[in-house]
């Protein structure tokens, strides 16, 4: 079974500068989430999805984040302006989310540096 | 007080020993799991318990929900396994994670 599919794997952006991160989820997960990972701290929940539809977004910056997920399979997670402070790992995540106990799987994320 | 709090945060072993990593959390879940996360890696997930205990190879996770905590061993421990290891909870309500602060672990050979 593939995994789930993140890109890119590494970008490096000047701040004020925009920058998209994709992600393909298993197939058949209906639930997809994106986290933010600061270096030395556990992962942040920024949005939740289910189907194509926004669970929760409530620790989303929304004055420069925007995700999206049409058709209810992939999705991307925009920022704009970027700041020093997102330099990150955005991690993207699935769960079959019928079933709350089966199937959370982590993509291998994308490493943000913003200079 | 953070709801998933785990112990030690850093955490240093010889080649061979057995090491044992701990994670209580005061909120009702429906699962747990224990993630580990190499240096600059993504997150793979090692176990997902709702009860009892679990083996894979030389991990072994044990969950006890009444006493809400549970114990991520490694027996034989080797360099490979130097990583974080993170444990996160699934809330009974609600199909969201909430994570632990990690344990860094390293094996010196």
């Known amino acids: 079974e593939a995994g789930v599919a993140q890109s890119p794997r590494y970008k490096i952006i000047e701040k004020r500068q925009s920058v998209a991160f994709w992600c393909n989820p298993i197939s058949g997960h209906a639930t997809l989430y994106w986290y933010q990972q600061i270096l030395g701290q556990g992962p942040k929940l920024l949005i939740q999805?289910?189907?194509?539809?926004?669970?929760?977004d409530s620790q989303l910056p929304k004055d420069r984040f925007s995700a999206e997920r049409l058709k209810g399979v992939d999705s991307t997670l925009k920022i704009q302006p970027a700041k020093l402070e997102d330099s990150a790992v955005y991690l993207c995540a699935s769960s079959l989310g019928g079933d709350r106990n089966y199937g959370y799987t982590f993509g291998s994320g994308t490493r943000l540096t913003v200079v | 007080k953070n709801e998933v709090e785990q112990s030690p945060q850093n955490l240093t072993a010889q080649e061979g020993e057995f090491i044992t990593i701990n994670c209580s959390y005061s909120v009702g879940i429906s699962a747990l799991h224990w993630l580990q996360q190499h240096p600059g890696g993504g997150i793979v997930s090692l176990f997902m318990l709702s009860s009892g205990k679990k083996k894979h190879g030389r991990l072994i996770a044990t969950i006890n929900i009444q006493e809400k905590h549970s114990s991520l061993h490694i027996t034989a421990s080797h360099p490979r396994d130097s990583a974080v290891y993170i444990c996160?909870?699934?809330?009974?309500?609600?199909?969201?994670?909430?994570f632990g602060g990690g344990t860094r672990v390293l094996v010196k050979p």
């Open positions: 996160a909870v699934l809330r009974a309500a609600g199909n969201k994670l909430t």
């Open positions: 999805f289910q189907n194509n539809g926004v669970v929760d």
